[in-house]
């Protein structure tokens, strides 16, 4: 499933009308993420944690598309970047950033293995990826360990029990849901290892399928 999905986005008409979708960039810094609660819910979180910094902080985001959060974190963040799996979606958002004179620092690559180096950002988020891709829990700890003190990630990727289904109980290799009781259990690991400091949910406006939630964890 996620390669398939993946694959998708490697189509440049399909990375144009998802650019189209979001729609224009300074109506949805404006309004600060356009129409959707969804949208607007991550904002606030991210610009809430920016605020936990004395001076500006550097972001990166996995599974950045057409940049439209990195637009709205442009002026609160000392250097932005972004990071895709789909060369025609970078060079689309590249072009577009370009044109006003934007700095950011795009790169090709997966959110299972991100191109980085250990501690390098000081917030790394990851809006609705894995859930389309797989490889949640993978994805999860990448963040942790390119991250410097904040990672936000979202998606109903999140299941409110074990689920009978295998996919569901799975916590490993490529699985796209992870269940928030088996979640907690790891990321309590990681507290106890001192790998993480600390973690907590925000909650997303419930969609008629899923109980989305915004992950964030402090290292």
Not at 80 to 92: A, N, V
Not at 163 to 183: R, T
Request: charged fraction near 25%.
């Amino acid at each position: 499933m996620g390669k398939k999905q993946s694959q998708l986005w490697m189509n440049k008409d399909k990375c144009i009308k998802l650019q189209k979708r979001f729609g224009d960039y300074k109506t949805y810094e404006e309004t600060g993420g356009g129409s959707g609660e969804n949208k607007k819910s991550i904002i606030r979180v991210l610009k809430k944690l920016v605020g936990e910094f004395n001076e500006k902080p550097s972001v990166l985001e996995i599974g950045s598309g057409p940049g439209h959060f990195l637009w709205v974190m442009k002026d609160v963040s000392s250097s932005i970047t972004g990071i895709d799996i789909s060369p025609q979606m970078i060079e689309i958002s590249s072009e577009f950033f370009k044109s006003q004179n934007v700095p950011v620092n795009f790169i090709n690559g997966s959110c299972w293995k991100i191109p980085c180096k250990d501690n390098e950002y000081d917030i790394v988020f990851q809006v609705d990826v894995c859930m389309h891709v797989g490889g949640s829990f993978e994805s999860i700890l990448e963040m942790i360990r390119v991250s410097k003190r904040y990672v936000v990630f979202t998606g109903p990727s999140f299941v409110e029990k074990d689920y009978i289904n295998d996919i569901d109980k799975q916590i490993g290799k490529l699985s796209w849901a992870i269940s928030v009781p088996m979640l907690n259990n790891e990321l309590g690991k990681l507290i106890e290892n001192k790998k993480i400091k600390k973690y907590y949910y925000e909650n997303r406006p419930k969609t008629k399928n899923y109980n989305h939630r915004i992950l964030v964890i402090e290292k």
